[in-house]
């Protein structure tokens, strides 16, 4: 098959017509993604140079337990900011083409560590969120949501006194049970996995593409960057998730017309 041009970029996709019959005629996909298909949409990734948060903040003051008892304040408003820009932005091409991927298979499971809500917005139906979701607020000690509470102070308090947190994993955190269990049960039933957008370097989501592959998935993976998980890949599309997914989508609609 010719590579793919986008548009407006020009930016040739090479896509193995190998990769398209194998996903044709596959019945379970799982999908992994992570900060980097959000990018498009605006929202900052972690790790990326110069642009990723983790650039200019210190995970460790503001993405720990500690850091958060340390100066619950700054933790407070560094995530009202973030979730500000995240009410701010929309879904784009990567995210819908994924919600369309959703209706083609007979499992489909799209596994993200993002905490932004645009899968769901973007249409998907079934996401397994493994960081949580920063829209939820919980309570610091009793760990049960709260859905509504005063705004006289920063952080705000639970009806217990506790100050009240977003409902995301932080570093040295457990993951919510049933999130990474659904998780390992796809990545080690599917057919084929997908790791989009994810630089693979945190744990527990970095096993799942390694899982996958031990249960004799094909692993395809779609970032523009090599990542740890490249080396080990049966494909791995170098582009922006916002070009390649949808150009995915369409290879596969011609190749099931
Ligand atoms: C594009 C693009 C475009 C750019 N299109 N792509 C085993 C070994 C070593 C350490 C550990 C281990 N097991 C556990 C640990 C400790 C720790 C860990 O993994 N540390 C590593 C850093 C070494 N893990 C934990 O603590 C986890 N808890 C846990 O394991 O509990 C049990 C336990 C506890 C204590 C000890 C041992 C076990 C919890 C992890 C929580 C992560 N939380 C965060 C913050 C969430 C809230 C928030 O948003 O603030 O989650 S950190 C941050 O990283 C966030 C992300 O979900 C996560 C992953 O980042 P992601 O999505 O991969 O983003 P980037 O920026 O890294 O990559 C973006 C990629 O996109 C890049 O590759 C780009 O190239 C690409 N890209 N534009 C497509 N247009």
């Not at 972690?46 to 995970?59: E, M």
């Not at 523009?224 to 070009?243: M, Q, V, Y």
Request: proline residues 7%; hydrophobic residues 40%.
């Amino acid at each position: 098959m010719s590579p793919l041009r986008h548009p407006k970029t020009d930016m040739a996709i090479d896509i193995p017509q190998e990769l398209i019959d194998k996903l044709a005629q596959a019945r379970r996909v799982a999908v992994l993604t992570g900060a980097g298909i959000s990018a498009e949409s605006g929202i900052p990734t972690f790790r990326d140079a110069l642009t990723g948060l983790w650039a200019n903040y210190d995970p460790q003051t503001l993405a720990t337990p500690e850091g958060f008892a340390r100066d619950p304040r700054l933790v407070w408003e560094w995530y009202a900011a973030r979730r500000a820009r995240i009410a701010d932005v929309r879904p784009n091409p990567g995210h819908a083409a994924l919600a369309a991927l959703e209706r083609r298979f007979e499992q489909f499971t799209l596994v993200t560590q993002n905490i932004d809500s645009l899968h769901q917005r973007a249409g998907s139906h079934e996401v397994v969120e493994l960081h949580g979701n920063i829209t939820r607020v919980k309570c610091s000690r009793e760990e049960i949501l709260v859905s509504q509470f005063a705004q006289d102070e920063s952080p705000p308090r639970c009806p217990c006194g506790a100050y009240l947190r977003p409902d995301v994993v932080w570093f040295g955190e457990m993951l919510p049970a049933d999130a990474l269990a659904r998780a390992e049960e796809a990545a080690e039933h599917c057919e084929i996995f997908l790791s989009i957008g994810t630089s693979a370097q945190v744990y527990p989501a970095a096993e799942l593409p390694l899982r996958a592959l031990s249960a004799g998935a094909t692993v395809i993976e779609i970032n523009p960057e090599r990542t740890s998980l490249t080396r080990h890949a049966h494909f791995s599309l170098r582009g922006a998730s916002g070009l390649v997914l949808p150009q995915l989508l369409d290879h596969l609609n011609a190749a099931s017309a």
